[in-house]
């Protein structure tokens, strides 16, 4: 049991509309890290939050967004959904090198 | 950029069986190493971790140690159980702070 907790587990978009994910930590932990994993793929970075900011970025494009509050709770918004975007969204927290994974949201875009 | 190699799956083994599962990464700097598992529907979970060379990661009888003269960390378990299987993620992180990078995974699949 990590203590991240991930919401929803599941969700069904269509294409264009826009979606927020969120995740918590029970541990304090004050970085934030999110995943998207595709079916059969392994887990690609899209972004890191450190005390609010962000704190590095994968090769996504900026229709990906991303929030951390001062709970370090987060927040992974995409906008303009395609069908690619269909994933498991992971996000993880830090302590020290180590992440910790939340079990995840399954976003599926028709 | 940097990069992880897995030994492509499926791995399908007997009940009881030896495992190694082969990992090896990009030698940039001294990354820290780790194994992360992921059962069917679930996120990963932590398996082991090793942050320096001839460090040996455990956990639940899985090892592996970390080799920076072959820049290897193959995953380990002298007896496997049905309950393993599940798809087995190494990835090297560079800087602490920094993001995972992962390879497609190795799907094993143990048999009664």
């Known amino acids: 049991e990590t203590g991240v907790t991930q919401s929803p587990t599941h969700l069904i978009k269509t294409r264009g509309q826009q979606v927020t994910l969120r995740c918590s930590s029970q541990?304090?932990?004050?970085?934030v890290s999110w995943y998207q994993q595709a079916l059969g793929q392994g887990p690609q970075f899209i972004f890191q939050?450190?005390?609010?900011?962000?704190?590095g970025r994968g090769n996504f494009p900026p229709r990906f967004s991303g929030l951390q509050f001062p709970n370090y709770s987060s927040e992974l918004n995409v906008n303009a959904l395609e069908l690619d975007d269909s994933a498991l969204y992971l996000c993880?927290?830090?302590?020290?090198?180590?992440?910790?994974f939340g079990p995840g949201t399954r976003l599926l875009v028709l | 950029g940097n990069s992880v190699t897995q030994m492509e799956g499926p791995v399908t083994l007997s009940e009881e069986a030896f495992l190694t599962i082969n990992c090896t990464y990009t030698?940039?700097?001294?990354?820290?190493l780790f194994w992360y598992v992921q059962y069917p529907g679930e996120g990963l979970q932590l398996l082991l971790k090793?942050?320096?060379?001839?460090d040996k990661g455990s956990n639940k009888g899985f090892e592996a140690t970390y080799r920076k003269e072959t820049t290897s960390f193959h995953l380990e378990k002298g007896s496997v159980q049905v309950s393993d299987s599940a798809v087995y993620f190494c990835?090297?992180?560079?800087?602490?702070?920094?993001?995972?990078?992962f390879g497609q995974g190795t799907e094993l699949s143990v048999k009664p």
């Open positions: 990835a090297p992180i560079y800087n602490q702070g920094g993001k995972l990078i």
């Open positions: 541990s304090g932990h004050n970085t």
């Open positions: 090793a942050t320096k060379a001839d």
């Open positions: 030698a940039t700097g001294y990354p820290s």
């Open positions: 939050y450190y005390r609010e900011e962000e704190n």
């Open positions: 993880a927290t830090s302590w020290m090198e180590t992440q910790y």
